[in-house]
């Protein structure tokens, strides 16, 4: 079976420009999470959906915005990029939006602002 | 204060030797626990949810102390494969909070 895809691997664009990453859960899985890692640190939380509805979301700008299409994909969108947006963003799927879930991430997309 | 706190390390150890990693975390009302491995440039990997009644799987042990809000991890007789960063993980509703993380490396 294949496990959680993202797209794309890599990307590098400028600062004002907008971005959107993809990702497929595990078949089953009803929930995705988005995170986003930057060297040296622990991934940092930044949505949660479940069943296409926000269930939760982290200390992040407006500028990042999320939504989970029928089939349990998701796009995460970002929109006016900053140089500080550059970092490897990770999508996590799980059966369901419960504690205790154990979390299932992709290989993740690394953005690069210049 | 962070939300979770773990030494980042690094510790250097001889294979065969034992190492532990320690782990706070501040919000009383979190519901589970986990430690995950990280090897560099890749994704986060499940290494084993912890219990309150401590958990075993091979040569890896996990521990948690509700009371003193303080997760273990111990690896016995480290291997050269066991390199990696071990990020502890305390989930509460949906919200998943990882440390900053504890960079292991194992010396031949």
């Known amino acids: 079976d294949a496990g959680v895809t993202q797209s794309p691997t890599h990307l590098i664009k400028t600062r004002g420009q907008h971005v959107t990453l993809r990702c497929s859960p595990i078949?089953?899985?009803?929930?995705v999470s988005w995170y986003q890692q930057v060297l040296g640190q622990g991934p940092q939380f930044i949505f949660q959906y479940y069943e296409k509805e926000e269930r939760g979301r982290g200390n992040f700008p407006d500028r990042f915005s999320a939504r989970q299409f029928p089939n349990y994909s998701s796009e995460l969108n970002v929109n006016a990029l900053l140089l500080g947006d550059s970092a490897l963003y990770l999508c996590?799927?799980?059966?369901?939006?419960?504690?205790?879930?154990?979390?299932?991430f992709g290989s993740g997309t690394q953005l690069s602002v210049l | 204060r962070k939300e979770v706190e773990q030494d980042p390390g690094p510790f250097n150890v001889p294979e065969g030797a034992t190492v532990a990693f320690n782990c706070t975390y501040s919000?009383?009302?979190?519901?589970?626990f986990f430690w995950y491995r990280q090897d560099c440039r890749k994704e986060p990997k499940l290494l084993m949810s912890v219990y309150s009644s401590g958990n075993e799987d091979g040569r890896f042990t996990a521990q948690l102390n509700r009371a003193s809000q303080y997760i273990s991890l111990l690896i016995r007789d480290s291997k050269l494969s066991d390199s990696a960063t071990y990020l502890c993980?305390?989930?509460?509703?949906?919200?998943?909070?990882f440390g900053t993380g504890t960079r292991l490396k194992v010396l031949a």
């Open positions: 078949s089953g899985h009803k929930s």
């Open positions: 919000n009383s009302a979190s519901q589970s």
């Open positions: 996590a799927s799980s059966l369901e939006a419960r504690a205790g879930e154990k979390l299932f």
């Open positions: 993980v305390v989930n509460a509703l949906y919200k998943y909070i």
